[in-house]
Every structure is written in structure tokens, then in C-alpha cells.
T-cell receptor
Framework: GQQLNQSPQSMFIQEGEDVSMNCTSS?????WLWYKQDPGEGPVLLIA?????ELTSNGRLTAQFGITRKDSFLNISASIPSDVGIYFC???????????FGKGTLLTVNP | SQTIHQWPATLVQPVGSPLSLECTVE??????LYWYRQAAGRGLQLLFY??????ISSEVPQNLSASRPQDRQFILSSKKLLLSDSGFYLC???????????FGEGSRLTVL
């Protein structure tokens, strides 16, 4: 089945540092999504990408849809303590109703 | 604007008892609806999805069932809970043909 390899699995950084995480797949996706989940809450959509090569920003967050359509990355600039949480990538193929999720990146920010 | 709400937020149930988690979506019509489970290991496992009233697709064999009695209502049930049913359950929706998935607040189930 389809799988998304998300890395790193966890990150420990200092406040103010930049962060980068990515997802790769052996399959082509036509939509990439990035979510953040705070403890005890549902994931919240951060950025949606629909075209190969697309680069989209949402405040301090920037995500890109890889040109091969098999990968995507998320960058967070100048991290702050509230960036702590689990970040998930997700991909959709064609008109498939189901998303494929990565296993998440746990981000810890030390103030 | 669209909203999704699920309840209860927290549930502690004995083994063998029944379960009913409810989810409703407001502000949209004919959504695709989903139930996910998130175990302690963080991954999101798709349990059921529905593209219309009465239409349920099951992703994994298990002790749970889902129903969609109304267009914007999705229910997750069990007749007899197992210890392994403990976890964090998430309801979610998408529009028809849209890839963006929106999650509810989650329901924490502990089976003792």
C-alpha cells in the first residue's frame, strides 16, 4: 500500500531556531497537506499544496510540493514555544477519498 | 463557516460495555465523513469512511462499527468493548472531491 516516510521522527530545538521536516513516498500524490496536533486535540490543517513545485507560506511556516510529486517539506522559521506539537504530512492520490498520513514529527522547543 | 464537533471528549468504560461516539458537521452538505483512531504511537489509522447516508466503508476488521443516519452525522459504535479499543478517536470531514481534511476535537476512550 501507499506509505509516507516522514522525518525526523522527533526534534528538540532552541527557541528562535529554524526547523525543517519532510515526507517522501514511492508513489505520486496530487495533493500534499501539513497538519499540527497539540496534545489532546485534533490535528489542525496548516498548509495545503495542489501543484508540483508549489511553495506556500502561512506566517512563519513554508511548505513545498516536490517537483517529482513524491515529496514535500515543511519549514518553520524562528520557532517559538507554542510551535510544540506533532506535525503530520498527508497525501492524496487522484479522487481517492482517503488520505495517506505520515507517522508524525514530534517537535519540542526549549525556551 | 463549517464546523465539526464530536462527543464525548473523554470516556472511561469497562471491558464488555457498549460504545457510542457521535460526530456532527455544520455548515456544509453531503460531506465525506471519517473515523480515525490514534494510538499512543501517534500514527493515524483510518477506521471507517462514508461518502453518503447509509454508505459505510470499513478499512480494518475490528470490534467497531460506524453508521451515518443523517447527512452530517457519523456515529462510531461497539457492542462490547475490548481493552485494545482504548485510544484517541478522531472524526473528520472533507467536501466532495476536496483533499482538505478537517478534524474534530477528538474523543479519548479508556477501556478498563
Amino acid at each position: 500500500g501507499q506509505q509516507l516516510n516522514q522525518s525526523p521522527q522527533s526534534m528538540f530545538i532552541q527557541e528562535g531556531e529554524d526547523v525543517s521536516m519532510n515526507c517522501t513516498s514511492s508513489s505520486i500524490f496530487n495533493t500534499w497537506l501539513w497538519y499540527k496536533q497539540d496534545p489532546g486535540e485534533g490535528p489542525v490543517l496548516l498548509i495545503a499544496l495542489y501543484k508540483a513545485g508549489e511553495l506556500t507560506s502561512n506566517g512563519r511556516l513554508t511548505a513545498q510540493f516536490g517537483i517529482t510529486r513524491k515529496d514535500s517539506f515543511l519549514n518553520i522559521s524562528a520557532s517559538i514555544p507554542s510551535d510544540v506539537g506533532i506535525y503530520f504530512c498527508a497525501g492524496q492520490r487522484g479522487s481517492n477519498y482517503k488520505l495517506t498520513f505520515g507517522k508524525g514529527t514530534l517537535l519540542t522547543v526549549n525556551p | 463557516s463549517q464546523t465539526i464537533h464530536q462527543w464525548p471528549a473523554t470516556l472511561v468504560q469497562p471491558v464488555g460495555s457498549p460504545l457510542s461516539l457521535e460526530c456532527t458537521v455544520e455548515g456544509t452538505s453531503n460531506p465525506n465523513l471519517y473515523w480515525y483512531r490514534q494510538a499512543a504511537g501517534r500514527g493515524l489509522q483510518l477506521l471507517f469512511y462514508s461518502v453518503g447516508i447509509g454508505q459505510i466503508s470499513s478499512e480494518v476488521p475490528q470490534n467497531l462499527s460506524a453508521s451515518r443516519p443523517q447527512d452530517r452525522q457519523f456515529i462510531l459504535s461497539s457492542k462490547k468493548l475490548l481493552l485494545s479499543d482504548s485510544g484517541f478517536y478522531l472524526c473528520a470531514w472533507t467536501g466532495q472531491g476536496a483533499g482538505e481534511l478537517f478534524f474534530g476535537e477528538g474523543s479519548r476512550l479508556t477501556v478498563l
